[in-house]
C-alpha cells in the first residue's frame, strides 16, 4: 500500500522535507543546534518516562497510547536520521517489559502502521 502525502510521495522525500521545515522554524526563532538537540532529548526522556510508567504500572488499558508514544519518539528519530537509536528504544522497552505480551502486541502493531 502506498502513502500518498501531498508534498511527496517517497517516505525519504518527505522526512527531509519535514527535516529542513524544522531546521528553518527553529533557526528564524533562534534555536541554536546545541539547543534543539537538547529540547530533542528532553523530550524523549518525559515521553519514555510515561511510556514506561503506562507499562510499569497495570494501565493495560492504556498500553495503545503508550505505544503510539514510543513509536512517535522512534518516527522522530528516523526522520532526524537517528533510526538506530530509535530502534534500541524500542528494543529497550521490549525487553524491559518482556512479560507483558499485550504492551509488546501494541508496540508491534503500532509500528506495523508507521512502517
Known amino acids: 500500500m502506498e502513502r500518498l502525502f501531498p508534498w511527496g510521495n517517497n517516505v525519504t522525500e518527505v522526512h527531509k522535507r519535514i527535516n529542513d521545515t524544522l531546521a528553518a522554524a527553529m533557526s528564524a526563532a533562534g534555536v541554536s ?3 534543539a538537540e ?3 532529548e528532553w523530550r524523549i526522556t518525559i515521553a519514555m518516562k510515561r511510556v514506561n510508567t503506562i507499562a510499569d504500572g497495570t494501565h493495560r488499558g492504556a498500553y ?3 505505544a503510539t508514544l514510543a513509536v512517535a519518539v ?3 528519530l ?3 536520521g537517528r533510526q538506530p537509536r530509535g530502534n534500541q528504544l524500542i528494543e529497550s522497552l521490549l525487553e524491559r517489559h518482556n512479560r507483558k505480551p499485550a504492551f509488546k502486541k501494541a508496540i508491534q502493531a503500532c509500528r506495523r502502521k508507521s512502517a
Open 64 to 66: 495503545d497510547r503508550a
Open 78 to 80: 528516523r526522520a532526524r
Open 33 to 35: 543546534p546545541a539547543d
Open 38 to 40: 537538547k529540547h530533542m
Open 74 to 76: 522512534f518516527e522522530m
